[in-house]
């Protein structure tokens, strides 16, 4: 009985954290989804090598509330900015070709990364429901620091801005709800 009841509590654990997990999907495929769908895109650019990266990925996106939000209200695409993925995206290809699958490391950075302007890791890029890019965001944040950016893109907030005050007094008001 006993052993019934450990099993039925693991398997219930098992699949409660597997739902609060982030789906995370190509670009490609989140744009198919899109047309099914229409939601914005979260996408998560990061590289093997970045230490901030791998904290965003443990603290931030394993937080219950972040990865419930994300799976929720976007398609989550993760983009290595050094790898060799090839992107189509508004009828462009993107490659990689000064990748070189033998470097340890550092490697050649990503055409699309750079059609983006990402210029550190991690940077997280969103993009419309029509696959436009809309901003991005720059560097490891904590759960309760993404939040303000996941809402704020989420309910259009950020189209109101027109000067860099306004996005501050946005920021000094906005509470945050999710838990460290």
């Known amino acids: 009985m006993k ?6 509590v693991a398997v219930l654990a098992s699949t409660l954290s597997s739902s609060q997990q982030i789906q995370w999907m190509s670009l490609e495929e989140a744009i198919a989804a899109q047309k099914i769908t229409p939601k914005k895109i979260f996408m998560d650019v990061y590289t093997d090598w970045c ?8 603290r931030t996106f394993q937080n219950p509330d972040v990865s419930k939000y994300i799976s929720e209200h976007y398609y989550a695409v993760k983009f290595n900015a050094e790898g060799q993925e090839e992107i189509n995206f508004f009828n462009q290809t993107y490659t990689n070709p000064s990748y070189d699958p033998n470097r340890k490391g550092r490697n050649g950075t990503h055409q699309f990364t ?17 696959g436009a890019p809309i901003m991005p965001v720059v560097g490891y944040l904590k759960p309760q620091q993404l939040e303000l950016y996941l809402k704020m893109i989420k309910q259009g907030d950020y189209q109101v801005f027109s000067k860099p005050e306004d996005f ?13």
């Not at 052993?3 to 039925?8: A, M, N, P, R, Y």
């Not at 230490?51 to 443990?58: A, I, N, S």
């Not at 750079?114 to 029509?130: A, C, R």
């Open 51 to 58: 230490g901030p990266c791998k904290l965003l990925d443990k």
């Open 114 to 130: 750079q059609y983006l302007g990402v210029k550190g890791y991690p940077t997280m890029v969103f993009f419309s429901e029509n």
């Open 3 to 8: 052993k019934q009841i450990l099993l039925v």
């Open 168 to 180: 501050e007094k946005y920021q000094k008001s906005f509470i945050s709800r999710f838990r460290g």
